[in-house]
């Protein structure tokens, strides 16, 4: 509890003097923080469908309390979201988050000067992917020494410190940094206009440079891609390997509908094509994919199963009806209106899923689905029902895993539809699943990990400097070896 008292004492001065100048850094009094922090208490213990499988409800509650007396001096929002970072680390689920009011995104990607730089993370290494067009500061591919003096071990480890991921899995939090590093920067790094970076060329000589922030909004506009935007799904023929490489961004229907694309007709396009090519082998690439609804996930497992098949042993709640007393951004009607009838069934404080329900009965093998060799590539980003496809797809034999361990735990794990509590003082809005999902087949790894693959196989630096995916690069080689 020292530790705690020491560090929110240091965060409450250090953000004393900004909230002089920025509005967004108002101070709250402790006893407000403290109504916030109750807020995100009850939404923990009446709402997440698995808050103690690491920690137990009395080790949970203590570090509740501890950290009540810890909070005695005032703080604005933004450091107050730090305070509560050890709660989410104790529950270890993704879906569990705290965010920052939206007014103050808005205001960071409307008015904020950011880091101009998209980044590859391999092998605890930060290399420049990308940069708004028009610039020339670096080749693709160069490593980052330092940013302002700060190292990049330095940047990596306070970027992984606020990356909550499922359990003790960490290839998550790497795939997070890439997506967010601009943000993460700005956030928990430091908050210049200008950036002096020293970095490592393509040839081992050691470089420096200075570049000036951009906005969101501008880096948003001076990078967008020319031509026609990439579609969510895309199939790729192979000729010279016999082989079928379909990409799938996301396995998330609403994202997929907004499209344009409709899963039923790709999939039954796709086994067309499958046929017409007397195709040998398919590779479904997840990488980076989610999505909340594992039905999506079961259509896309039917195209390629060989026996009946279901995605989950069992789902669970621990929420029937809607906790009072709290403001919550979207009160999930839909949800609640049915979940009496849906779960009635209750053991160890959860209700889970009506035995009968379609969602835990086996599917029947699809007609024509796809008999020949499948892989499927994933990696830390890979997660719900994505994940969900990859832990069938082992489990059950059907498919060859090949990449990183998924970001979704393997042995239970939350998703679907989630609600958004908006405490009352501060204005943190405390994201929380309300399902909970018990995957079908044997976890053949760590329990506190996600699926792991047959087959390792990570991105390469040559691929960030050559702008060519250098996995699919290698399983194309090891496919056509093999035939």
């Known amino acids: 509890m020292r530790r705690w008292k020491g560090i929110v004492l240091s965060i409450?001065?250090?953000?004393?003097?900004?909230?002089?100048?920025d509005p967004f850094n108002a101070p709250i009094y402790p006893e407000r923080l403290h109504e916030d922090l109750a807020v995100l208490h009850r939404v923990i213990d009446e709402v997440h469908p698995d808050p103690y499988r690491y920690r137990s409800h009395e080790a949970l509650n203590a570090l509740f309390d501890s950290l009540e007396l810890a909070i005695r001096v005032p703080m604005p929002a933004e450091a107050f979201a730090q305070v509560l970072l050890p709660v989410l680390e104790a529950v270890g689920d993704m879906h569990l988050r705290?965010?920052?009011?939206?007014?103050?995104?808005?205001?960071?990607?409307?008015?904020?000067?950011?880091?101009?730089?998209?980044?590859?993370?391999?092998?605890?290494?930060?290399?420049?992917?990308?940069?708004?067009?028009?610039?020339?500061?670096?080749?693709?591919?160069?490593?980052?020494?330092?940013?302002?003096?700060?190292?990049?071990?330095?940047?990596?480890?306070?970027?992984?410190?606020?990356?909550?991921?499922?359990?003790?899995?960490?290839?998550?939090?790497?795939?997070?940094?890439?997506?967010?590093?601009?943000?993460?920067?700005?956030?928990h790094v430091e908050r210049p206009r200008e950036f002096h970076i020293r970095y490592e060329d393509l040839d081992g000589l050691a470089m420096?440079?200075?570049?000036?922030?951009?906005?969101?909004?501008?880096?948003?506009?001076?990078?967008?891609?020319?031509?026609?935007?990439?579609?969510?799904?895309?199939?790729?023929?192979?000729?010279?390997?016999?082989?079928?490489?379909?990409?799938?961004?996301?396995?998330?229907?609403?994202?997929?509908?907004?499209?344009?694309?409709?899963?039923?007709?790709?999939?039954?396009?796709?086994?067309?094509?499958?046929?017409?090519?007397?195709?040998?082998?398919?590779?479904?690439?997840?990488?980076?994919?989610?999505?909340?609804?594992?039905?999506?996930?079961?259509?896309?497992?039917?195209?390629?199963?060989?026996?009946?098949?279901?995605?989950?042993?069992?789902?669970?709640?621990?929420?029937?009806e809607l906790p009072e007393g709290i403001h919550w951004e979207d009160e999930r009607k839909d949800h609640f209106a049915t979940a009496r009838a849906r779960f009635p069934r209750q053991a160890a404080d959860v209700f889970w899923l009506w035995a009968k329900d379609e969602r835990l009965t086996e599917m029947p093998v699809a007609k024509r689905a796809f008999q020949g060799t499948v892989y499927i590539v994933c990696d830390g980003s890979t997660r719900d029902a994505s994940a969900a496809?990859?832990?069938?797809?082992?489990?059950?034999?059907?498919?060859?895993?090949?990449?990183?361990?998924?970001?979704?735990?393997?042995?239970?794990?939350?998703?679907?539809?989630d609600l958004v509590a908006v405490a009352p003082n501060s204005g943190l809005r405390y994201t929380v699943p309300l399902m909970r999902y018990i995957p079908e087949g044997v976890v053949s790894g760590p329990p506190d990990h996600g699926e792991m693959p047959h087959r390792t196989a990570a991105w390469l630096a040559y691929g960030t400097a050559t702008g060519r995916d250098s996995v699919k690069e290698a399983l194309l080689m090891m496919i056509a070896e093999l035939q």
């Open 389 to 417: 496809l990859v832990m069938l797809g082992k489990r059950t034999g059907r498919a060859k895993v090949v990449g990183e361990e998924v970001g979704t735990n393997a042995t239970s794990f939350t998703g679907g539809r």
């Open 98 to 187: 705290v965010d920052l009011p939206r007014t103050f995104e808005e205001h960071v990607d409307a008015r904020v000067p950011l880091l101009p730089l998209d980044v590859r993370v391999v092998d605890g290494r930060i290399l420049v992917e990308n940069e708004p067009k028009g610039f020339r500061s670096f080749t693709p591919g160069v490593r980052i020494l330092s940013i302002n003096g700060i190292s990049d071990v330095e940047i990596l480890d306070r970027m992984r410190s606020v990356v909550v991921g499922d359990g003790a899995n960490t290839t998550y939090a790497v795939r997070v940094i890439e997506r967010d590093f601009r943000h993460l920067y700005f956030l």
């Open 12 to 21: 409450g001065l250090m953000h004393g003097v900004l909230a002089q100048s």
């Open 208 to 320: 420096e440079t200075t570049i000036f922030g951009m906005t969101g909004s501008e880096i948003k506009s001076s990078t967008r891609p020319d031509g026609v935007p990439l579609l969510p799904w895309a199939a790729q023929w192979l000729p010279e390997v016999s082989t079928e490489w379909v990409t799938m961004r996301t396995l998330d229907l609403d994202t997929l509908m907004a499209e344009g694309q409709v899963p039923e007709k790709f999939l039954a396009a796709l086994l067309r094509d499958l046929r017409r090519n007397n195709a040998r082998t398919l590779v479904l690439d997840v990488r980076g994919a989610g999505g909340r609804d594992l039905g999506v996930a079961e259509q896309v497992f039917g195209a390629i199963a060989k026996a009946p098949y279901r995605m989950v042993q069992d789902i669970g709640v621990r929420c029937l």
